[in-house]
C-alpha cells in the first residue's frame, strides 16, 4: 500500500489497518513536519514493514514518475490519495492509472469512515466504482501515538471543584464509548483536554468546565488550539461540557458554533451536584451522535 504522508494521520492509519497490506511505504515531503508524521505513522505500522520515502511535494508528473519508479513491475497495489498536498495526490492517482494500480479516497463524516474505490473510463477519467464503510480498525493508542508520537501524557482526572464534575462525566461515558481516556497533556504542556473519546474509528476531545469557567470562553480556546491542524486537527471532533445553560444570545454560544465545537450544557449538575437522567441521555446522545454507536454495544 502507498500512502501519502500529510499532517493527518488519521486517513492514512485506518485503511492501513483495516486492509493489514504486506508491506507498507509511507511517501512525505522534505517538510520536517510531513517527515515527523510519517515517523509517527510507521510506529503504529510496524508489522507492516513501513517504508519511509521522500518524494516531490508540487510537480504532479514527477511524482507520479517517482511513485511508478519506486514500484516498477509491482501490480498487486493499493494506493491511498487522501493524504499529502494536492499535487502528491494528483501525482498518486496519474500513477495508479498508468501501472494498473488500485487507487481509493477515505472519508470520515457522519460518525463513520467510508472508503471511495476509483476505476479509470477509457479517456482516463477517475469514476468511483465503489464505496465500502470500514470499521473498528483503530485504538486509541493507535490515534494518539501516530499523531504525537511519544509527545503526550495521560494525566488522569483534575484538581479542584472541577475534579468531581469530571469524574461523573467520565461515569456517564465511559459505559457508552468504546474508550476513553482522562487527561490528555501534550509534552510542550501548552494543550491539554479533559477527555480524548473513541467511538468505532471516530475521535473526539472534550473539554469539561464548571462554576465561573463555564461562563467564559475558557474551554472553547483550549478546544480551538487542541482541534487545531497542529495537534488532533480536522479529524477529530470537539466537545464542551459545562454545568450551565447560556442564553440563546451568548457571544460564547455564537463562537463555539462557528468553530464547530459542539456544547452540551448540563445544568442539573450546579443545581443538585448529579447529571440528571435527562442530561445524562443529552450527553451520551450528543457524543453518540457525533462519533457514531460504539462498537462494544
Given at each position: 500500500?502507498?500512502?501519502?504522508?500529510?499532517?493527518?494521520?488519521?486517513?492514512?492509519?485506518?485503511?492501513?489497518?483495516?486492509?493489514?497490506?504486506?508491506?507498507?511505504?509511507?511517501?512525505?515531503?522534505?517538510?520536517?513536519?510531513?517527515?515527523?508524521?510519517?515517523?509517527?505513522?510507521?510506529?503504529?505500522?510496524?508489522?507492516?514493514?513501513?517504508?519511509?520515502?521522500?518524494?516531490?511535494?508540487?510537480?504532479?508528473?514527477?511524482?507520479?514518475?517517482?511513485?511508478?519508479?519506486?514500484?516498477?513491475?509491482?501490480?498487486?497495489?493499493?494506493?491511498?490519495?487522501?493524504?499529502?498536498?494536492?499535487?502528491?495526490?494528483?501525482?498518486?492517482?496519474?500513477?495508479?492509472?498508468?501501472?494498473?494500480?488500485?487507487?481509493?479516497?477515505?472519508?470520515?463524516?457522519?460518525?463513520?469512515?467510508?472508503?471511495?474505490?476509483?476505476?479509470?473510463?477509457?479517456?482516463?477519467?477517475?469514476?468511483?466504482?465503489?464505496?465500502?464503510t470500514i470499521s473498528d480498525t483503530i485504538t486509541l493508542e493507535d490515534y494518539l501515538v501516530a499523531y504525537f508520537g511519544t509527545e503526550f501524557q495521560i494525566t488522569g482526572f483534575g484538581i479542584g471543584a472541577g475534579k468531581t464534575f469530571e469524574q461523573t462525566i467520565y461515569e456517564t461515558l465511559e459505559p457508552s464509548v468504546d474508550e476513553i481516556a482522562v487527561g490528555w497533556k501534550h509534552a510542550s504542556g501548552a494543550v491539554d483536554v479533559d477527555f480524548v473519546v473513541r467511538c468505532n474509528n471516530q475521535v473526539g476531545i472534550i473539554e469539561a468546565k464548571t462554576g465561573g469557567k463555564a461562563r467564559t470562553t475558557e474551554g472553547i480556546k483550549q478546544l480551538a488550539i487542541a482541534g487545531g491542524q497542529r495537534f488532533f486537527g480536522t479529524y477529530t471532533r470537539r466537545f464542551l461540557v459545562i454545568d450551565q445553560t447560556w442564553s440563546e444570545t451568548s457571544n460564547n454560544r455564537a463562537l463555539a458554533e462557528a468553530i464547530d465545537i459542539a456544547l452540551i450544557e448540563l445544568p442539573s449538575y450546579a443545581t443538585s451536584g448529579k447529571i440528571s437522567t435527562l442530561e445524562k441521555g443529552k450527553l451520551v446522545g450528543a457524543v453518540q451522535k457525533a462519533l457514531g454507536r460504539p462498537v462494544k454495544e
Open positions: 500500500m502507498i500512502l501519502l504522508g500529510g499532517e493527518q494521520t488519521a486517513p492514512n492509519l485506518l485503511p492501513a489497518r483495516y486492509f493489514k497490506p504486506e508491506r507498507v511505504y509511507i511517501l512525505h515531503t522534505d517538510f520536517w513536519k510531513s517527515k515527523q508524521m510519517a515517523e509517527r505513522l510507521s510506529l503504529r505500522l510496524v508489522g507492516m514493514y513501513p517504508e519511509l520515502v521522500p518524494i516531490d511535494a508540487y510537480d504532479p508528473g514527477k511524482i507520479t514518475e517517482q511513485i511508478r519508479s519506486l514500484l516498477h513491475g509491482v501490480s498487486d497495489i493499493l494506493v491511498n490519495i487522501t493524504g499529502g498536498t494536492k499535487p502528491m495526490s494528483l501525482g498518486a492517482l496519474e500513477a495508479a492509472r498508468q501501472a494498473g494500480w488500485q487507487p481509493f479516497y477515505v472519508k470520515s463524516q457522519g460518525g463513520k469512515t467510508d472508503l471511495d474505490f476509483y476505476s479509470f473510463s477509457q479517456i482516463g477519467t477517475p469514476l468511483i466504482k465503489e464505496s465500502i
